[in-house]
């Protein structure tokens, strides 16, 4: 069965403080790994698709880098308003018009204090 | 992008009872999906609305528990029947938009408390 287990489950930084978040994974046949950030009260939000081990992606603070057994996301000075839950999540199924039925990790809730 | 938005935010429902949750979006999709969050817990799928025809549900799912309808290809409703405290949860609606394939655009959820 795949499986998706992110860690740590919460994070605490100082405004600047860089750290990663991980995804790791078993799933056979990786068709793409996604990254999603979810704030209190909200759906989740798309940051990231990466598909192949040595992909990066960056946006604004966040960096995410992908190997064959998990994905780091990176981020860089942080600040406040970085504070969410990030979530990872891997195709289990194809479900039809180029999408895929996600498997999702519990999550790392990030808090960065100023 | 695209505007999905969900109806109601959140309900206090009583034990027994059933409460349909909405989802419209302002745009024609072909894939929408139901998932629920539980607290502490990943996001689960639920099941896939199909436009026209019955909702295809996933391991654990059943149609006499959590009924789907998908008129058309901008509105789904997901509900909630015979509701006990276990059920109390976040239920998210997703949906697929052709431009981005494989990625997924979520509402805002809807969040259940059963007393």
Redesign the interface.
């Known amino acids: 069965e795949d499986q998706?287990t992110q860690s740590p489950e919460a994070l605490r930084l100082q405004e600047g403080e860089s750290s990663s978040l991980n995804c790791s994974y078993t799933v056979s046949g990786l068709?793409?790994l996604?990254w999603?950030r979810q704030d209190p009260?909200?759906?989740?939000?798309?940051l990231f698709?990466l598909y192949s081990a040595g992909e990066e992606k960056e946006k604004e603070r966040l960096k995410a880098t992908l190997t064959k057994k998990e994905s780091f996301l990176h981020i860089t000075a942080p600040k406040p308003e970085d504070s969410a839950t990030y979530?990872c999540?891997v195709?289990y199924q194809y479900?039809?018009?180029?999408?895929?039925?996600?498997?999702?990790?519990?999550?790392t809730k990030l808090s960065v204090i100023p | 992008s695209a505007v999905i938005s969900q109806k109601p935010s959140r309900d206090i429902c009583q034990r027994g009872t059933s409460l349909t949750i909405q989802c419209q979006v302002d745009s024609q999709v072909t894939m929408m999906f139901w998932y629920r969050q539980q607290p502490g817990q990943s996001l689960t799928l639920i099941a896939t609305a199909n436009q026209g025809s019955e909702a295809t549900y996933e391991s654990g799912f059943v149609i006499d528990k959590f009924p789907i309808s998908r008129p058309n290809l901008t509105f789904s409703t997901l509900t909630v029947s015979n509701m006990s405290p276990e059920d109390s949860s976040i239920y998210l609606c997703s949906v697929v938009l052709a431009a981005v394939p494989g990625e997924l655009f979520f509402g805002e959820g809807s969040r259940l408390t059963v007393l």
């Open positions: 998706v068709r793409g996604f999603y009260g909200k759906g989740p939000e798309f698709t979530l999540a195709p479900s039809g018009a180029g999408s895929y039925q996600l498997t999702f990790g519990k999550g």
